[in-house]
């Protein structure tokens, strides 16, 4: 019986929806504090790529858990499930994203566009890299990468030191350096997504597993 | 009503052995773990033994789809099925036939036994209208309460293996692959599994299970297959192989545990002590597993084996004379 190509998608979005209104609960609690202590721009520029990260590595949880191997002796596949989350993953972080982009345009704190980009640069980055060592090391490289990464756009700002132009979270910086980064993070998805799909039907699961005998 | 005869065809199978992907891949790590396997496998029930390291996890995710053959192919109805580069329909076709347990696995920790099941189940394509019917059936036949919510992090080691075999006969498969199903099971629980496995095979599915405890698959398998070191060093039905160790298991009474000595399991005595009990008298009655030819003392009389000892009788001196390539 061939899979159903709607199949994954319905369920993955099914299985998610309490975590999925967790996360939007979350997001908007961590939106409010944070925009309250340094403005909305900072907020949407950081806690929008990292509810978008937090929900790509909890999509990836099953080679966490060891689930994958069980996953990959169903029709669907691993490479199939692996994207339906990404697009479930996907949309939760442009839910979200665009809602703090309104809220933070309606008070006239910045343009949309400059608001889109300020957070969409970092999300991108953050979600290519996170994809692409989690399928190569598997998920905790991918938090340890984007742990690093963050801490990287972040630590300026946490020392008083100001915004680094280059860092990829933060209001400030220059625009064709966040240009630069959601460049990346989009070739780095499109990469990953691509060996996704060559890894199919093949059943091995991304981020590696031992072979026992 | 399965009316076509089921069969997976493995043919010319190898691969290579333990290790992550990437150790997989270099070169230094190379070594074969299943090396040239043919078989034929039909519905009943197939026990896959060997000692440890002996290829019987690989054998099981090359049939099961997991890892693609090194060479070989792995055949279902005359499609070609593993995942060497062949149709994707015909490996999702297969796939939506298929049961497998792996050896090692883990659940999502916050989702209850019925949950998971349900999941493995939508994943399965399973009819919406049928689904939680087969669950709740599938969760019954493994002894777990389908109205029990507690989360599988706090279920036990065996409630979580039952979670995996429940979730791997959710769909009633035709091909049902387990790898240790028994493990961590109570003796309850395992008759439990025999009758869940000998009700599929009734039904017409090839079930292929893989065990390093003979005990666990005696009286259960219609087929046995012996693997050591990747190679098939028997395949047959089960009296078959103590057909071939009949004439080198013998059972003797001593008087004192001390009388009987005790020789290491290991290829270069010239007997194997298959079990050892006391006997109400305080005697010790000891079964031995010779080489053929063994020249007994008069104690000595010869004995029935059981499966257990004629595995250990092919493990040790019938090697040799098994083996094919």
């Keep these: 019986m061939p899979a159903q190509p709607w199949l994954p998608r319905r369920v993955e979005a099914c299985r998610h929806a309490r975590e999925l209104a967790l996360g939007l609960a979350l997001f908007a609690a961590a939106f409010v504090a944070v925009a309250a202590t340094w403005g909305g721009l900072l907020a949407a520029s950081a806690v929008c790529p990292l509810y978008g990260v937090m929900f790509l590595l909890y999509s990836l949880r099953a080679g966490y858990y060891g689930v994958d191997e069980m996953e990959s002796a169903c029709p669907v596949g691993p490479a199939q499930l692996m994207l339906a989350r990404l697009l479930v993953a996907g949309i939760a972080d442009l839910a979200a994203g665009l809602a703090a982009t309104c809220i933070v345009a309606l008070s006239g704190q910045a343009q949309p566009g400059m608001v889109i980009l300020s957070w969409i640069a970092p999300a991108t980055l ?27 756009g972040l630590l300026p700002r946490g020392l008083h030191l100001g915004s680094s132009p280059l860092a990829p979270v933060g ?7 966040k240009l630069i980064y959601t460049a990346c993070g989009m070739g780095l998805i499109l990469l990953s997504m ?12 991304p981020g590696g597993g031992d072979y026992a005998d | 009503m399965e009316t076509t005869r089921t069969e997976l065809v493995a043919s010319s199978l190898w691969a290579m052995g333990s290790g992550t992907h990437r150790q997989v891949r270099s070169k230094a790590k190379r070594a074969w773990a299943v090396c040239g396997i043919d078989h034929v496998f039909v519905a009943g029930v197939t026990a896959v033994v060997g000692p440890n390291g002996s290829g019987k996890t690989t054998l099981l995710r090359l049939l099961a789809t997991i890892r693609a053959p090194a060479r070989g192919e792995v055949v279902f109805e005359g499609r070609r099925v593993d995942t060497g580069g062949v149709s994707s329909a015909d490996i999702r076709r297969y796939r939506a036939c298929l049961g497998y347990l792996p050896q090692s696995f883990g659940l999502y920790p916050g989702m209850s036994s019925r ?18 019917e087969r669950v709740d059936r599938a969760l019954v036949m493994c002894g777990l309460d389908p109205a029990c919510n507690r989360t599988l992090s706090r279920r036990s080691e065996g409630e979580r293996r039952r979670t995996g075999l429940a979730a791997a006969v959710v769909a009633w498969p035709r091909v049902a692959i387990l790898d240790e199903p028994m493990r961590s099971s109570d003796p309850i629980e395992r008759l439990r599994c025999k009758g869940l496995l000998r009700a599929l095979a009734d039904a017409g599915a090839v079930c292929i299970v893989a065990s390093s405890a003979i005990s666990d698959v005696d009286g259960l398998c219609d087929r046995l297959l012996v693997l050591d070191g990747g190679r098939l060093a028997f395949a047959g039905a089960p009296h078959e192989l103590t057909a071939m160790a009949q004439g080198c298991v013998f059972t003797a009474e001593f008087p004192s545990a001390a009388a009987c000595g005790h020789q290491p399991p290991t290829g270069t005595v010239d007997t ?22 063994w020249t007994r003392s008069p104690e000595w009389v010869p004995a029935r084996p059981s499966l257990e000892e004629a595995y250990l009788w092919l493990r040790t001196f019938g090697a040799s004379s098994s083996y094919r390539d």
Aim: charged letters at 20%; glycine letters at 14%.
């Design chain 1, 171 to 177: 209001p400030g910086g220059w625009i064709h350096w």
């Design chain 2, 272 to 293: 194997v002590i298959a079990s050892a009990s006391r006997r109400p008298g305080g005697t010790m009655r000891v079964r031995a597993v010779t080489p053929p030819g």
């Design chain 1, 126 to 152: 953050f979600a290519g890299v996170a994809l692409a060592v989690s399928l190569e090391f598997g998920p905790t490289a991918a938090i340890g990468a984007v742990s690093v990464i963050g801490a990287l």
């Design chain 2, 115 to 132: 949950q998971f099941v349900r999941y493995i189940g939508e994943l399965k394509a399973v009819d919406p209208r049928e689904l939680d």
């Design chain 1, 194 to 205: 691509g060996k996704l799909r060559r890894s199919e039907p093949c059943g091995q699961a």
